[in-house]
T-cell receptor
Framework: ETGVTQTPRHLVMGMTNKKSLKCEQHLGHNAMYWYKQSAKKPLELMFVYSLEERVENNSVPSRFSPECPNSSHLFLHLHTLQPEDSALYLC??????????????????FGPGTRLTVL | AQSVSQHNHHVILSEAASLELGCNYSYGGTVNLFWYVQYPGQHLQLLLKYFSGDPLVKGIKGFEAEFIKSKFSFNLRKPSVQWSDTAEYFCAVNARTGFQKLVFGTGTRLLVSP
């Protein structure tokens, strides 16, 4: 396995369904991210986990619930979604360097995404 | 808060034409700069990055970008595009201080006609 993998690649669900998206990174990174990619909009950062702790939640509706059981796995649990939630959901990982080091950076590596359609 | 502007949403070029995609960011502190590319049906890939040093950065597939600090710009260039460069290009910035959240532009969709 290389890089960042995501399953499923495509998902169609009704508004009353509950489903989960899975992301796995094989790069030894310590930070993982969920992004939403919609047409004609910038990538929207949804959640960030660093060292398995959630460090950012960008005002995402509670119908999206992330879970990071360890540094290699990240889930996005979905329930009672709306049609406007249809989008490509991207997972990314990076090696987070603790703040305080002036030369810190985090190049992010992306998975292929899950194309979600909510009917 | 940081923000990134990509001026061109759609660009259409013929093969062998030169390419320049604009990217401007707003942030007063020190930043790292990235260009990512997303080929049709593929995932986002890093094209090139700037952290420090020479402001002219060379990336993969003949791409380069120049960081002009005074203009808050990081424009992407390629002297001669190929049909295989058809893709969507995203500029991204993260601040060096605090948590290093990556902020993306809206993307530029490039179509290269053979």
């Amino acid at each position: 396995e290389t890089g960042v993998t995501q399953t499923p690649r495509h998902l169609v669900m009704g508004m009353t369904n509950k489903k989960s998206l899975k992301c796995e990174q094989h790069l030894g990174h310590n930070a993982m991210y969920w992004y939403k990619q919609s047409a004609k909009k910038p990538l929207e950062l949804m959640f960030v986990y660093s060292l398995e702790e959630r460090v950012e939640n960008n005002s995402v509706p509670s119908r999206f619930s992330p879970e990071c059981p360890n540094s290699s796995h990240l889930f996005l649990h979905l329930h009672t979604l709306q049609p406007e939630d249809s989008a490509l959901y991207l997972c990314a990982s990076s090696q987070d360097i603790p703040s305080g080091r002036s030369s810190s950076y985090n190049e992010q590596f992306f998975g292929p995404g899950t194309r979600l359609t909510v009917l | 808060a940081q923000s990134v502007s990509q001026h061109n949403h759609h660009v259409i070029l013929s093969e062998a034409a030169s390419l320049e995609l604009g990217c401007n960011y707003s942030y007063g502190g020190t930043v790292n700069l990235f260009w990512y590319v997303q080929y049709p049906g593929q995932h986002l890939q890093l094209l090139l990055k700037y952290f420090s040093g020479d402001p002219l950065v060379k990336g993969i597939k003949g791409f380069e970008a120049e960081f002009i600090k005074s203009k808050f710009s990081f424009n992407l260039r390629k002297p001669s595009v190929q049909w295989s460069d058809t893709a969507e290009y995203f500029c991204a910035v993260n601040a060096r201080t605090g948590f290093q959240k990556l902020v993306f532009g809206t993307g530029t969709r490039l179509l290269v006609s053979p």
